[in-house]
Structure formats: structure tokens, C-alpha cells
């Protein structure tokens, strides 16, 4: 091999080592790895090329920014006596200049809502006083409120008020048969609220005895025991439009058809029991997602649900969310959970989930601010996450979280019931007169639009 032109052509090839390359940047720096990953490929070519062969074309092509910056090898012989220019004195080997900065990106921020006057409003007083931690249904008029405890979280009661958010009026209810308690299971039949169970201020488990309440009659029924020692809200339990079906800490399954008063049990579920873990109703299953054992030995991340048609379970698919325990609400297509933390409520998570159980598969919801006791309401199109007198709002139709101020009140972690135009969250956790508050989610406005945020405008 010729030593003098080989000596030139490695002259020529070197200029690539020189190549201007800005530091301090994530694209410049991958730029400057193409650099070098074409500099070996020529030089392996020219390793095999004879003394009578012409050099290639050949380009590497930088991006800084959005411009392409290019290193070119031209396709023309070399001028031995100049090795720097060709014949007619074009340059063998160019580069152009990348710039010493890359321009910044231009970020979009989120939508910004602006927030109606009605947003919060205060409810007039509760006729009982000042009541947490009730039980709370909704009828499609009254929002009906029994049992709880004082303001102060320390003497147990035993009666009940309903809420009409139309006349924005308290009724009181006849009294019932029913001791005093906290943390019974309620659920609204259509016709009458269904009370089981609950538990006295310490946490001990009271008698899982059942009465009904009747609104248009305002009568409280005894109705017959399910056949099970104890059974508090802290149980798995969902109204299919027919019947009640209940999975309860101690593993038992149970189903009870208002209709005949019966109780019948359901087979044994796949996963381990469990307290307090997420549970909906779908249409057709009832899936369960997440807890903590009875004991607190250990918190779970594992689900499955139940068919009352086919009486029969089935293990869903794994989430990819860390074990927690968590609530969970129905969206009409998804179970959707989101905070949760661990069952001392010392840590909270900040991620969440969307469980499709007709496909058995999960798609992420984006992070936000956690909590360990979110209290979630699905409004149609909004993830409406109530904790301590404020709320986190998720909005389906932007895919994003919308800031929303604080109702200035302090209600705490209590039942929020969706009545078709406002949440309502009925009680307090202070000796106040209010009797809680109501949101309207049309008061919250995104650009572009009118109305409740996702309304076109």
C-alpha cells in the first residue's frame, strides 16, 4: 500500500474527530455518538480498500434541535498535492457548525380551570346535630343519613335524617329498632334501605342483625339475620339490583334476596380474606381488588370477582399496583382506583389504575397528590376524590388533574353520595351547625369549554 496517499487519506478521515460537538446536551451528545460510530465504519473500509480505489460517499447526519447539521466524505478523487481540497479546489471534507445551545422546547402547560361561584356549598343544619361517620344512601330524592356518632367522634347514635338537596330540607326519621353503632353495611334497594351490622366506637363487631327502612312509609322491618357472626362496612358488600351479595373478612360468602327474605351462601373465593379492600359492582360480577388480612400482618395486591348468575369466581389479572388498602368506584366501563395506602393510613400512594373486566386488563391512571383515605364518587365523567374539606378531581376527557380550591369547611372522611347534579357529603367533624356540604362539578370550567369540565362548549 502506497504510505504517502494512505498517510493523506487517514489526514482526511481524522478531520471527523474534530467535529464541533456542544456539550451539556442529551441530543448533542447522541449527535456525537453517531460521530464516532461512522468514524469506525469508514476507517474499516479503508482498512480492506486497495491503493487504486477511490474513496465512497458517505454522510453522518446530526440533529441539534431541529436542524440537520451534515459531515461529508465526497465522492472525488484526492488531490495529492493539496490533501485538505479536491481538483477544483472543493473541500474533501466539510463540517458544519453545530450551535453551542439547543433551543428549549416549548412545554404546553395543562388546561387551567377556573372555578364557578357554587362550587362548595354549605348545607343548612343537620336536625340531629352535629353527626360524623353515618351511614349514607342515596334514594334518587333524599340523601338518608343514620347512625354515626357525635361531632367529636365520642357517643354513639341511633337515629337517622334524610337530606333533600331540591327543598334543601332535613326530615327526621321514625325511630328504628336498631342498637347504637357505627360502620354497618347500607345499601339502597330501589323501594328500601337495607342496614346490617356495624360496630360500637372500639371496633368490637356487633350482632349482624338487619332492618330495612321504607322512606314513603318512613316504617322500619326486621328483616332475618344473615347467618354469619358479624358483618360491618369494612366487608365486601354490593347491591346487584336484585339481590345482596356480601364477602366478608372472615372468607364467608353470602347472597340475600330481598324479595323472599333468604340468605344463601356463595362458593369460597380464589384469593385469600381479607378487610377493607376495593370492591364494585359491574353489571354482572362483583370484582374485589386489594386490602389488608384481618390481623395486619399483610396488605394485598391481588383481585378476583364474583358471577351471581353463574355462581362462580375467577382470579383478574395482576394490576401493577403496589398492595394497598383502597376504595374503588364504577365508572360504567372501569373499576378505577386511585390513593389508598396502608391500613394504619401512615403512608399514602399517589397512583392509580382503570380494571376493565371485560378484557381483564388494566391501563394506568397518571399520578397525582395521594392520599390514604380518598373517599372516591364517579360523577360520569370526573373522578371526584374527597378527603379533610377538599377534593382531587380527574377529568376523563382531558386525561389530567384539575386544580380545585378547598370548600373551606371541615367535614372530614365521610360518605359522598352522586345525586345526577351535586355530591353530596353529609355531617361534620366539628361542633358545627353546618350539616355538611354539596359540590357542583359544572362549576368547574376548562378552556374551550362550558359547564361541567368535558362538556363541549
Known amino acids: 500500500m502506497n504510505d504517502e496517499l494512505e498517510r493523506r487519506l487517514r489526514r482526511h478521515l481524522g478531520s471527523l474527530d474534530h467535529a464541533s460537538v456542544a456539550s451539556g446536551s442529551a441530543v448533542q451528545r447522541a449527535a456525537h455518538r453517531r460521530i464516532v460510530a461512522h468514524r469506525r465504519k469508514v476507517r474499516s473500509v479503508v482498512a480492506a480498500t486497495s491503493l487504486a480505489a477511490v474513496v465512497g460517499a458517505a454522510a453522518v ?17 484526492l488531490n495529492t498535492s493539496d490533501p485538505s481540497v479536491g481538483p477544483n479546489g472543493s473541500p474533501v471534507v466539510t463540517s458544519s457548525p453545530i450551535p453551542s445551545s439547543v433551543p428549549t422546547p416549548v412545554v404546553t402547560p395543562p388546561p387551567t380551570a377556573t372555578i364557578g361561584p357554587g362550587l362548595w356549598r354549605t348545607l343548612p343544619p343537620d336536625p340531629r346535630g352535629s353527626v360524623r361517620d353515618s351511614a349514607v344512601v342515596w334514594t334518587g330524592t333524599e340523601a338518608i343519613a343514620w347512625g354515626g356518632a357525635d361531632a367529636t367522634g365520642t357517643a354513639l347514635r341511633d337515629d337517622g335524617a334524610a337530606y333533600n338537596p331540591v327543598t334543601d330540607t332535613w326530615r327526621i326519621l321514625a325511630p328504628s329498632q336498631l342498637s347504637l353503632r357505627v360502620k354497618p353495611i347500607v345499601v339502597w334497594t330501589g323501594a328500601r334501605m337495607l342496614v346490617i351490622g356495624g360496630e360500637n366506637l372500639g371496633g368490637t363487631s356487633l350482632l349482624a342483625n338487619m332492618t330495612a327502612y321504607d322512606p314513603v312509609a318512613d ?8 347467618p354469619v357472626a358479624s358483618i360491618s362496612s369494612d366487608d365486601v ?11 366478608t373478612s372472615g372468607g364467608e360468602g353470602l347472597s340475600y334476596d330481598p324479595t ?17 379492600a376495593a370492591s364494585v359492582w359491574t353489571g354482572s360480577e362483583m370484582v374485589v381488588w386489594g386490602g389488608v ?118 367535614y372530614g372522611n365521610l360518605t359522598p353520595v352522586w345525586t345526577g347534579h351535586v355530591a353530596v357529603l353529609l355531617g361534620a367533624v366539628t361542633n358545627s351547625a353546618a350539616g355538611g356540604v354539596a359540590l357542583d362539578p359544572a362549576q368547574i370550567h376548562l378552556p374551550g369549554t362550558s359547564g361541567t369540565s368535558g362538556t363541549p362548549g
Open 219 to 226: 316504617m322500619w322491618t326486621w328483616l332475618t339475620t344473615p
Open 237 to 247: 358488600a354490593v347491591w346487584t339490583g336484585s339481590r345482596l351479595v356480601i364477602w
Open 293 to 410: 388480612a384481618v390481623d395486619g400482618s399483610k396488605l394485598f395486591d391481588d383481585g378476583a370477582a364474583f358471577n351471581p348468575s353463574t355462581g362462580t369466581w375467577r382470579t383478574i389479572s395482576r394490576s401493577g399496583l403496589s398492595a394497598r388498602v383502597v376504595k374503588a368506584v364504577w365508572t360504567g366501563r372501569e373499576m378505577v382506583m386511585f390513593g389508598g395506602g396502608s391500613a394504619s393510613g401512615s403512608f399514602a400512594e399517589h397512583d392509580g389504575a382503570f380494571y376493565d373486566p371485560a378484557n381483564d386488563s388494566w391501563r394506568p391512571l397518571i399520578n397525582a397528590a395521594g392520599h390514604p383515605a380518598f373517599q372516591p364518587l364517579w360523577d360520569g365523567t370526573q373522578l371526584l376524590l374527597f378527603a379533610k374539606g377538599g377534593v382531587s378531581v380527574y377529568d376523563s376527557t382531558i386525561d389530567d388533574w384539575v386544580p380545585i380550591e378547598e370548600s373551606g369547611g371541615s
Open 260 to 276: 323472599t327474605d333468604i340468605w344463601t351462601t356463595i362458593p369460597v373465593a380464589p384469593i385469600a380474606a381479607r378487610t377493607r
Open 61 to 77: 447526519v446530526i440533529r441539534a434541535g431541529s436542524e440537520p447539521r451534515h459531515v461529508t466524505v465526497s465522492n472525488v478523487p
